[in-house]
């Protein structure tokens, strides 16, 4: 259970913060720091138990049926990561708390910043592939929302946009790479897929699965040629960068790379493509770091380049390289974050992180300065600090590293030549801010921030102190359980100890930070010159291309819109009918669906009351031209001999539900035929053309009606005739009582075995509701739609327009006269409607009914009343809004989904009880009355949501004003 509250508390909290108020911004930091804090004690908790090598876990079931369990699962290596996550997101809850201005949204910062705690924690502690893909994708989308925190910049929203995109296609190729894995190893568990690395790495799938996977990590790694999108999110705030950008995000490639080490690499595809990628970043990194002008852009590509190196030992197919690896990850996190804390500082106090603005800082700002200056050192590998041995145990590898010679003599030298740079880049970094002449021209006067906003770096760069000159006590035993994690039994021997004595890595490491300062003096001159430029690379811009890429696939879509669509509608449904049709025949050509032995005698009654169909049909299709209500209600004629249809063959639940849905329906459409233009005729010009054209669209018309009308008749009757007995049908009817508790087999399929789709169509039949009532909320008539308003509109007592817009009047009553009697039995018909809507309700598991039938009852007793009482009266009176059913329907549907996990059974079975009442006598209650009373209130509130926007749209026709002479004739004539 400590895993649980280790994921759930982020995620709650982020709730929380969200809804505080936006002036509570020590409330907000105090909420977001004691998450932070109570996490990492949590996580420190569990240490006892990962240092014997135990694996903590915890299972829930979540879709047994395919092996996929939601895992909580913590060992040495994903302990170190959640330690990692939540101690430095405590830390930069701290400074956070005041970097931020109290002009910026507090609430939005710590709710996203929470979330996007609880999705990395996620991604560390699932034990399930699918889960791991899902905590993955959700870090993209919180960290969208951070990055575009100051979304009135166009930056920042470029930046967040890149991100997404890139990270987003990434954790795409990543699902893709994870079904493939549980489908070859037979399971989804980690546990097993991490024992099963010899089926892995000798399947044929291997080399596409080792891309896919490589694609996922690389691209949230801002590895090459997917680095471009890192320097574009430094638009996000210091804080966001200090977190995601060194610590955390950019982590979770790396860290799947070295969690996937054992079943993935050690062939040559995994070296060249992720070693290759790694060194390519590392070089690219560190040389553009060289050269650019702002703070943050430097950090940017040393990140790039640091998470290069990283990946270059993933690749190198070593277990020592692997410790070197994971080693550098934690070294990375702090003197990364510390020198992104130092940046925000100088930005927070200054007004400009611009290189050439900035210099003498040291004398303002001196404790800034200790602290930056003693980060960047780390970074560059200077002795007595955490970077110089990792960097030295990376040096160690490309000398011993096996291959031709080629590779053992390029690879040292790579090596030495880009941590050349990186102390060029880091030694250039601090001598531009903080040393030389006192700065001029400041948009602020420097000064130290408060002494609170540096503790956080000051914890960082001690720790970077501590483990540099004491590595064996401080992170050894933490290094040690993590590596055992990962290799078990292979962990090789290694010593963690700053003196190994004269060696060719020391060599490599002194020649590194010679040259580093040999090479920043040689480009003196040109950063004094051509400041910013970096030779040879700078024409190429990351922004830039990606936002050509997105112009070409805009240009792409346009051409193929131009091509497909048309402001007429008949043209649109003419494409999508043609391409259904010839989807849905695919089936006819294969096998023998059709057995004409089965056919049986044709009843004349049925044969007649199909005629009358049909010609329902056929007169709808003439009245379209001529009269758009006759056709509507010749359709539904049609739709009620489809709901006899359905009753004639033993399915009544398809007829009830077909006999509301053309109730429904028809009312929707006949609010809506007022709005749809009329039709265009071809000009006078060409009669004979015109009428010709006319006779050759209706023909193509029918061809197409009938052959779709028969081809799903055939299609429907091949079904319904085909031998089936092992079927997917007969295990519906087999098992519904058993399995399913109720005797409708329509209804259990819908809330039980099929309960996860119905779940879906109404969240999308919500979704809709709301996009019609926003969209119409927009909408406005043609200026020729609008006419006189009716005796309806106005009020019975001072015989004034109704103002539309206005609150809704109670004493809008309909007019008086032989209207009231009708107006007064509906309005008794609606209580008996309700009760008649929850009678099939409560009785649709049994018996025909459920919530989608009920729902559409009462949504059609709620319709009369707008019908025969008015818009206003009706609204002055209801006490619940149509917004508000979908809203509680959604909950109560998936409250009854998920409430089952605590009775420890999978998403969405079902939990019964039998009870015995005094008067009432034994009643059966289920979870999946729950389920089936939140599709009725959702039903009921999307369909009056829908006529409810369309009916106040008719309204607005009359808004335009009438002549009081006209007024006064309606009125008159209406009493």
Not at 836 to 844: A, K, Q, W
Not at 871 to 877: D, M
Request: with cysteine.
């Amino acid at each position: 259970m400590p895993l649980v509250f280790i994921l759930a508390l982020p995620f709650a909290g982020s709730i929380i913060a969200a809804l505080l108020p936006s002036n509570a911004r020590k409330l907000e930091a105090w909420l977001a720091g004691f998450v932070a804090v109570a996490c990492a004690v949590l996580v420190f908790t569990q240490f006892p138990d990962v240092a014997d090598g135990r694996v903590v876990k915890t299972v829930v079931p979540w879709i047994p049926s395919l092996g996929v369990d939601f895992t909580l699962r913590m060992d040495g290596y994903s302990w170190l990561f959640a330690m990692i996550i939540t101690s430095m997101g405590a830390l930069i809850v701290l400074y956070a708390r005041y970097y931020l201005s109290p002009q910026d949204p507090v609430p939005r910062f710590f709710a996203f910043f929470q979330a996007f705690m609880g999705s990395m924690l996620g991604v560390v502690l699932s034990g399930n592939l699918i889960q791991l893909v899902i905590f993955w994708e959700l870090t993209s989308l919180s960290s969208f929302m951070l990055i575009a925190y100051w979304y009135h910049r166009l930056d920042a929203r470029r930046g967040a946009r890149m991100s997404l995109t890139i990270t987003g296609a990434g954790g795409l190729c990543l699902l893709a790479g994870m079904l493939m894995i549980g489908h070859v190893v037979g399971s989804y568990d980690l546990d097993v897929v991490l024992a099963s690395g010899d089926l892995i790495r000798t399947h044929s799938w291997y080399p596409i699965m080792l891309v896919l996977v490589a694609l996922g990590a690389l691209t949230k790694s801002a590895q090459f040629p997917f680095h471009v999108w890192l320097p574009n999110a430094m638009a996000a705030p210091t804080p966001v960068s200090a977190y995601l950008h060194s610590a955390t995000m950019v982590k979770a490639g790396v860290f799947l790379l070295a969690r996937f080490w054992p079943v993935m690499a050690g062939t040559p595809e995994w070296t060249w493509i992720i070693g290759g990628a790694g060194l390519c970043s590392l070089a690219l990194g560190a040389y553009a770091a060289t050269f650019q002008l702002d703070m943050k852009g430097v950090l940017a590509y040393s990140t790039i380049s640091h998470l290069g190196l990283i990946t270059l030992l993933l690749g190198m197919n070593s277990e020592l390289a692997l410790i070197a690896a994971v080693f550098h990850m934690i070294n990375h996190a702090t003197f990364k974050a510390s020198l992104f804390m130092a940046a925000g500082i100088v930005d927070h106090e200054t007004g400009t992180r611009d290189l050439t603005r900035l210099s003498g800082l040291y004398r303002s700002m001196p404790i800034t300065t200790t602290l930056a200056v003693v980060a960047a050192a780390s970074m560059a590998g200077v002795p007595l600090l955490n970077g110089f041995i990792s960097k030295e145990m990376f040096f160690a590898e490309t000398v011993f590293v096996s291959g031709d010679w080629q590779t053992r003599f390029a690879l040292p030298i790579a090596a030495v030549i880009a941590s050349a740079f990186s102390v060029a880049y880091s030694l250039r970094f601090i001598m531009q801010t903080f040393f030389g002449p006192p700065p001029r021209d400041l948009p602020r006067v420097p000064h130290e921030p408060p002494l609170r906003m540096l503790i956080p770096s000051g914890i960082l760069v001690l720790i970077c102190l501590v483990v540099g000159i004491l590595p064996s006590y401080t992170v050894g035993p933490f290094l040690q359980n993590a590596a055992v994690s990962i290799l078990g039994t292979n962990t090789p021997a290694y010593d963690l100890r700053v003196w190994h004595g004269f060696n060719i890595p020391l060599a490599m490491s002194f020649l590194a930070l010679a040259g580093g300062i040999g090479l920043l003096w040689l480009l003196r001159h040109r950063h004094r010159t051509r400041p910013g430029k970096a030779p040879l690379i700078y024409r190429f811009d990351g922004r830039r291309t990606f936002e050509s890429m997105l112009e070409g696939l805009d240009t792409l879509a346009a051409f193929i819109l131009d091509w497909t669509r048309s402001p007429r509608l008949q043209p649109q449904l003419f494409l999508i009918i043609l391409a259904t049709v010839f989807v849905a025949a695919l089936p006819l050509f294969r096998g023998t669906w059709f057995q004409p032995e089965i056919f049986t005698p044709v009843d004349p009654f049925f044969a007649l009351m199909w005629v009358a169909g049909a010609a329902c049909a056929i007169g709808a299709a003439r009245q379209a031209k001529y009269h758009r209500a006759a056709s509507l209600l010749l359709s539904g004629g049609a739709g009620l001999i489809t709901a006899l249809t359905f009753a004639w063959l033993s399915a009544p639940d398809l007829a009830l539900t077909q006999l509301a849905v053309e109730v429904v329906t028809l009312v929707l459409i006949l609010l809506g035929l007022r709005w749809l233009p009329p039709r265009v005729e071809g000009d006078d010009e060409h009669p004979v053309k015109n009428t010709l054209r006319a006779y050759i669209r209706r023909f193509r018309d029918l061809i197409i009606a009938v052959i779709s009308g028969a081809g799903l008749s055939a299609i429907a009757y091949a079904v319904l005739t085909r031998p089936h007995p092992e079927g997917i049908s007969s295990f519906f009817v087999k098992q519904s009582v058993p399995l399913g508790g109720g005797a409708n087999v329509v209804n259990v399929i819908l809330v039980d075995f099929r309960g996860f789709d119905t779940f879906g169509e109404i969240t999308v039949l919500g979704i809709v509701a709301l996009t019609v009532y926003a969209l119409l909320r927009r909408f406005r008539p043609p200026p020729e739609s609008l006419t006189l308003p009716t005796a309806r509109e106005f009020l019975p007592t001072n015989g004034k327009l109704l103002d539309r817009f206005a609150e809704p009047d109670p004493r809008a009553l309909i007019p008086d006269g032989v209207m009231k009697v009708p107006a007064v039995l509906v309005r008794l018909l609606l209580p008996m409607a309700a009760l008649i809507s929850m009678y099939f309700l409560i009785r649709g598991h049994n018996l025909p009914g459920g919530g989608f039938v009920g729902g559409l009852i009462m949504a059609t007793a709620i319709i009369l009343q707008y019908m025969v009482g008015g818009v206003i009266w009706v609204e002055a009176r209801q006490r619940i809004h149509p917004q508000n059913w979908i809203a509680i329907g959604l909950l109560l549907a998936g409250t009854a989904a998920m409430a089952v996990w605590w009775a420890s059974k999978p998403f969405l079975a079902a939990l019964s009880w039998d009870i015995a009442l005094p008067v009432i006598g034994h009643v059966h209650l289920s979870t999946v009355l729950l389920f089936d009373i939140g599709v009725y209130m959702l039903v009921v509130g999307a369909t009056v949501l829908m006529l409810v926007a369309l009916a106040h749209q008719s309204l607005r026709l009359y808004r335009k004003p009438v002549p009081a002479a006209a007024a006064a004739t309606v009125i008159k004539g209406a009493r």
